[in-house]
């Protein structure tokens, strides 16, 4: 387990537990479950009840040989601010007996909750997890939660021990109380003659629910499944409803049941409208003896809407694409039973390679939880499979709609463990948000027929999605991708130089209005989308040439080299890169869709601009370039300057006397980056609205770069003050915030690896990097992952380069810039092969399959 809580650091934890858009339900740190979100809309707080005794919950059963009994929930203790309420119901399960202690430890996907108690017989250890496996998107994408509860006998004798999950069928409770968030229908929704059955599979049993009340265009409407595995020495049993709840009476029905022997008894007819469903299983444990009892949550609701969640009508409705590859809940976990201990060792060796590696644990915990926003509702798959995502999500909608480019821009996570899925966002991007000037819309509206009908570019977010095609190129070594898409790459890239436009003199500088990520337009050149043209120009001078497109790859090449140098000469004030006002004198000088209406509306003095502001995100598309291998994009002394420059004004070393005027996502003594300072002064009387905030996307971002460029101690104090802000008592580890929870630009994080290891891979050449600093490095392209080790002798160095999963083609390594031939045509190197290779003296490669 990569890291440890202790009591005090508990409540706000919440690791979820789902497939990549699947919806997902979250592991507390506790022993709760939490924020029950699987009906296809964010759900944060919602436990199928508001606040009850009957939210979902385990409890176990002791009795020993001399039958003395003892029953408590599965769940940590209480916290003194949960006390105080109205009237008594302050927290869910609040009234059911607890254990004493809780811990929790996790190496994402992997949450392992501990719980004990003086006056219990045992002490508990709950694994909860979803399989996640990269270059295995389907894989990662199971709806369901796996809980293990592992029970050790502390007690001298024999023991008798149940447990028992107990959860009401809520289909129709999204966690919304009336359909007038369904765009004004009055009709209330929530379960409607919802029905429970027991089932038995080959390798399963336990409850299957359904509803018959419920519509069946319904977002809310599906299926959901409560099972255990069939085992022997085991005895369950199960209740399918409990009585009329009425007084709270089918909670204590339950509770009086259960308490009597750990055995349930069936009752001979359903009550209330969402029945409350129990499933026991039983075990005797001899002394000292530990014993595993698996449950399975697993669910299905095809009816995911457009971006909105708020239509019933077929004409909005996307649909999932989990939905495709199961017929039902019931059908989910018996076709992933059989699965389930290969993925789970799959799982395994992922994290144990990643956190046995060489990396700082801090990369190891920033990389990792941040993987949790795409298993969060910030991330869906259509039906066709494609993948799509918000910025992030607010606690009952979604936040930021349309895979917004200028906010998906900063994330590696998906390409390089998934890279199938980040191909289908280039492919929506390119596909069907770009028309046929090269105009991309920076949100896409769905149905995709409708993707083009947001009217606005954001200058960051156009040239951001170029440098990802050519990311996207590389990695899959897909020449038919670049082939399919080329026209509206070229075309996007060449949109910069219409009339009114970014860069209409073509010369290689932004000057024009500049729409971005801070919601606003910057007038004139700034290095923030500065970098991002000088890449997208630089990436699409390699993708003309391996097009053969000669012109094409000439225009980029100039207009790279000339505006490279104006970059220093123009906005480099010889400590940083700051912004040159360039003022418009009519709308009429803008071409159309450059400007969204949340920025200025005087254009001779706009508000909302930068400056000779030091901006905490200045070198983005630099930091970009380094993971994309495209080299330095200015001068390399003046870039490191203004790293340096960032540390030295944006770094806040205590947040207690730091004014803001937005919104605080770092607070008291809490150390972080700030978005912008004016150590010149100088400050615009209105800045961009951000200008005072901190957000870790953007400090991940910086400290990437800084480690690029050799400032390591600098970049990794920079991730570790923001991951002490992530502490659990505080903030959730696996929910960065940023606008919404889950927020996409965090899942820059993953960058890191990349960084330290210098992992470089392109698929069109058939060649891989590393550094040459010894070391274990875990490496993933998004198809294929494994370690590369290595060891240096004096001048000699010794490389052993294993494949864990996939496949990958090689023809070359290359460790830093020491290029081998390794293999006279290129090699494909299967699961579990290894190949070593020494450099230094006789060049030997030695490869076993």
Known sequence: MLKSYDGDHLLNIALPLGGIGTGTVSLGGRGELRDWEIMNIPAKGYSTVVKGNDAPFFAIYTRDEKGNSSTKALLGPLYDSEFQDKEGRSVNNHGLPRFDQATFETTYPFGLVNLSDDQMPVKIRLVGYNPLIPGDADASGIPMAILQYEVENLSGTDLSVSIAG????????????????????????????????????????????????????HPAWGTIALTTPREENTNVTYRTSSIPNAWGHGLLDFWDDFSADGILTEKKKLADEDPMASLAVQKTLKAGERSVFTFYFSWHFPNRQTWGGWSTSADDRVGNYYTTQYADAWEVIEKEAPRLPGLTDQSIAFVSALVNSSYPNVVKE?????????????????????????????????????????????????????????????EVEFGYATNENGKMSFRVNLPLDQAQTYPYSAADGQMGTIMKFYREWQLSGDQAFLEAYWENVKAALAFAWIEGGWDADKDGVMEGVQHNTMDIEYFGPNPQMQFWYLGALRAGELMALAMGDQEFANTCGKLYAEGSALTDSLIFNGEYYFHKLVPVKSKKDIAWGLMADMGSKDLQNPDYQLMNGCLVDQLVGQYMAHVLDLGYLADKENIQSAYRSILAYNKQEDMSDHFNNMRSYAMGKEKALLMASWPRGGRPVIPFPYWSEVMTGFEYAAAIGMLYEGMEEEGLEVMQNIRMRYNGSKRNPFDEAECGHHYARAMASWSAVLALSGFHYSGVDKTIRFTDRPGNYFWSNGSAWGICEIQKDGEELQVDFSLLHGEIELSRFMIDDRAEKVFDLPQKLKENDMLQLKFGGEIIAKLDH
């Open 366 to 426: 920033a990389a990792l939880f941040n993987l949790s926003t795409l298993r969060s509702q910030t991330v869906f798959r259509t039906e066709d499979g494609k993948m799509f995502g918000w910025e992030g999500v607010m606690d009952r909608f979604g936040s930021c709609y349309g895979s917004c480019t200028h906010v998906w821009n900063y994330e590696n996570a998906t390409a390089f463990l998934f890279n199938d899925l980040a191909k289908t966002m280039r």
């Open 166 to 217: 107990s959860l009401r069928n809520f289909i129709g409770k999204d966690g919304r109380e009336t359909r007038e968030d369904w765009k004004g229908d009055q009709t209330p929704i929530g379960a409607s003659d919802n029905i429970n059955t027991y089932k038995e599979g080959s390798l399963v049993q336990g409850i299957y629910m359904y509803s018959e009340g419920v519509e069946k265009e």
